[in-house]
């Protein structure tokens, strides 16, 4: 068999914010390089999932092999390698850097430099990759690449005089960037005699195949038949197939030193192939794995109920499948007097909140109820011990609370100098506290804040985003644990507890947040045929308190004599709002009121 010789293998990815273009100009490569029809063309190749795709978003790494003639009249391997687009995923986008010598840098050129952009440019840098940078959309008329050139030096300190100018859209610059890839980016290092070494960057349960593993080979080479060791757990599989995406899945004979591809061994669980770690040879393991692995921990939580209480046996069926194709996942089984039994969830952040959710409720059929995101809180008991909560029905009573510490981050914003001022009172209001303000150009501006996160998964970003009409951008890391005067506001519905409206909140603003509460809840709880009463406490202390007067007419008396059509559409209306309720004793509560906190 003819391995590939080593110097002609170039792997890169391409770092672009969301919408600069990254999956136009993948599909332009793949197309120049001959590896998809036109036909194939309409469908952009890289996003795999649907859901992927209806958020034009991508969420899952692949890696694409593409053979490229350079003009130098030599044939190269080139593997593009995708990364995430999103911030809660930043894990996941390192170790694909990881798998990398160089990156595509692409920026909008009608835009420039963004958050998101720049923390995978560091990414990168700390992976010592190779950048490239493409000022795509010079198509545009209000391109400005010299102003966005002068941003990549001065923000991100590269020097982007050769920056390519291109139009994915067009197809201009396809051919360029190809042969920069081939004469900047350098050749993979690595010895295709020492003993296997490879990094995973990604995997998924496939029907077939059981789950496949893209791996960037490191050292040594992968071959059918061969029994590996995962060294993070140290268990053990016989290899079923090699393989590489050219961009369909096609058999190899063996994957090499340099190489990136995948590989099936029988695995059942996507849990057992973690990113990060490395796969070696089960009777020659490498010395060391890879450096660079961790676990992936959930940092936001919420409770997942189903709306049918019969649909319970298959809810916990569907987060157990999940949790084992999502490492990133946790769940316990929660039991709550209002919304009966349902499991509390962890998630990397609201993003992958939000995926799984929708996967639940897609892929399984489940409709279900979900509470207000939190947070996990350190909190110190005055016997010593120390618990850590992210439910809030779960909190301790408070005599027996000593002191309460809640997660902070580092925030990087940045944003058009117009929209400062608005930006740093939202930081504010979120109890943030600057850490830097710095002008990189006379039009942009860094803003560093350490806010805490149970302020930032609440809708820190949607309000980010109408502060600055859509032109601030954020990036964010986890810093450390602090002190902080907490307290639970409970929510009674006819002087009944309703645990699952519980919330965690900051001492200060417990009075505006249970007032706001109560009125959203008013608003958002139906009439009922009697009186509805609802209040926010802390502990023995109603703070605030509302009434839902009782239905006076039935919902058919709008309706005008005899038109039927109208009125079946009314009751199926009526239909479809229930199918959101949860009864609380006699009080139908739509999904809506759990999620009430979200719209303060
Ligand atoms: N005018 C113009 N539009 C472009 C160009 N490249 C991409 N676009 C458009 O910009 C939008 C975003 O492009 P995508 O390729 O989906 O961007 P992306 O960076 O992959 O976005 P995510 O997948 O969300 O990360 C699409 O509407 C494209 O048609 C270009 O060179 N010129």
Redesign the pocket.
């Known amino acids: 068999m003819k391995k590939f010789p080593q110097e002609k293998i170039r792997n890169f990815s391409i770092i672009?914010?969301?919408?600069?273009?990254?999956?136009?100009?993948a599909d332009r490569l793949l197309e120049k390089t001959g590896m998809v029809s036109e036909r194939e063309m309409r469908e952009?190749f890289l996003?795999r999932l649907d859901l992927e795709r209806e958020r034009?978003?991508?969420i899952k790494a692949q890696a694409v092999r593409l053979l490229y003639k350079a003009k130098d009249g030599e044939t190269y391997q080139l593997n593009l390698i995708d990364t995430p687009?999103h911030v809660d995923f930043s894990y996941e986008v390192s170790r694909s850097l990881a798998a990398c010598e160089g990156a595509l840098l692409?920026v909008d050129a009608s835009q420039g430099v963004e958050a998101q952009t720049l923390a995978n440019v560091y990414l990168a840098l700390e992976n010592n990759l190779e950048i490239i940078p493409v000022l795509?959309?010079?198509?545009?008329p209000q391109a400005d690449p010299e102003r966005v050139k002068k941003e990549i030096e001065e923000i991100i300190g590269l020097d982007a005089s050769d920056a390519i100018l291109?139009?994915?859209?067009?197809g201009i610059g396809t051919e360029e960037i190809l042969e920069a890839i081939v004469n900047r980016i350098p050749p993979p290092k690595g010895d295709r005699n020492a003993p296997l070494k490879a990094l995973i960057f990604d995997s998924w349960y496939d029907p077939y195949l059981g789950v496949v593993v893209l791996i960037r080979m490191v050292d040594g080479c992968l071959y059918p038949g061969q029994k590996i060791k995962l060294m993070s757990t140290g268990k053990e599989f016989e290899i079923t197939k090699v393989g590489v995406f050219s961009p369909n899945p096609t058999s190899v004979d063996m994957l090499v030193a340099g190489e990136v591809g995948f590989f099936a061994a029988g695995i059942k669980e996507v849990r057992d192939t973690k990113i990060g770690d490395t796969v070696t040879e089960a009777e020659n393991p490498a010395r060391e794995p890879l450096p660079g692995f961790r676990e992936v921990k959930p940092m936001v939580f919420c409770g997942l109920f189903p709306i049918e209480s019969e649909q319970y046996d298959e809810l916990r069926e569907a987060v157990e499948k999940l949790w084992l194709n999502d490492p990133a996942f946790s769940y316990e089984p929660e039991n709550s007097a209002a919304l009966g039994f349902g499991f509390r969830c962890g998630f990397q952040g609201l993003l992958h909140m939000e995926i799984v959710q929708e996967r639940l409720e897609r892929e399984f059929g489940l409709k279900l109820i979900s509470t207000a995101p939190s947070v996990r809180y350190r909190v110190e008991l005055v016997d010593g011990e120390i618990v850590e909560v992210e439910n809030p029905a779960h909190w301790p009573p408070r005599e027996k609370i000593a002191r309460v510490l809640e997660p902070y981050i580092r925030a990087e914003i940045y944003t058009p100098k117009e929209y400062v001022g608005a930006i740093m009172r939202l930081c504010e209001e979120k109890r943030g506290v600057q850490k830097d303000l710095r002008y990189l150009t006379p039009q942009r501006v860094q803003l560093i804040y350490d806010l805490p996160f149970s302020e930032v998964v609440l809708d820190f970003f949607d309000k980010l985003k109408s502060y600055s009409r859509g032109y601030a951008s954020m990036d964010y890391s986890f810093l450390d644990y602090r002190p902080s005067e907490l307290v639970k506001l409970d929510i009674y519905i006819n002087k009944q507890p309703v645990d699952a409206l519980s919330l965690i909140v900051h001492k200060d603003k417990a009075y505006y947040r249970g007032r706001e509460l109560v009125s959203k809840l008013r608003e958002v709880i139906p009439r009922q045929l009697f009186e509805v009463v609802i209040q926010a406490a802390i502990g023995s202390k109603v703070i605030a308190r509302e009434r839902i007067p009782p239905m006076r007419k039935d919902v058919l008396a709008k309706c005008y004599g005899g038109d039927v059509t109208r009125k079946r559409k009314l009751l199926e209306k009526q239909k479809e709002g229930k199918k959101r309720m949860k009864s609380l004793g006699q009080v139908e509560i739509p999904q809506e009121a759990f999620l009430a906190i979200l719209r303060i």
């Open positions: 672009a914010h969301v919408d600069h273009g990254k999956s136009t100009l952009q996003d034009g978003i991508t687009g692409v795509n959309k010079i198509d545009l291109a139009s994915a859209k067009k």
